[in-house]
């Protein structure tokens, strides 16, 4: 059933990207967006505290396309986040 449900939303990504003019292979676009990435910067406190900075990097301009044809706000997907962990 999984698989079912995989190419049900395959095709129906393919189809909202090819009614918008899109006609790659969704391999392409995730190759494409793979280049966008979330970088993390871990930094040990002397006092065993761990503070963790969670940046993304700024899409460029056909990786925002790709994310406007599929209905993605990367802004929103895609925040800054700071953590702490404690020991």
Do not use: C
């Not at 079912?4 to 967006?33: C, K, M, P, Q, Y």
């Not at 002397?46 to 969670?54: A, K, L, N, Q, Y």
């Not at 301009?61 to 700071?82: C, M, S, V, W």
């Amino acid at each position: 059933m999984g698989e079912r449900i995989s190419n049900d939303v395959a095709r129906d990504r393919n189809f909202h990207l090819g009614t918008a003019g899109d006609l790659r292979e969704w391999r392409t676009l995730r190759r494409l967006l793979g280049t966008h990435i979330v970088a993390t910067t871990r930094l040990p406190l002397e006092d065993g505290r761990e503070i963790s900075i969670r940046k993304p990097s700024e899409p460029d301009e056909e990786q925002q396309r790709i994310y406007a044809l599929l209905g993605i706000d990367f802004n929103r997907a895609y925040t800054p986040r700071k953590t702490e962990v404690t020991p």
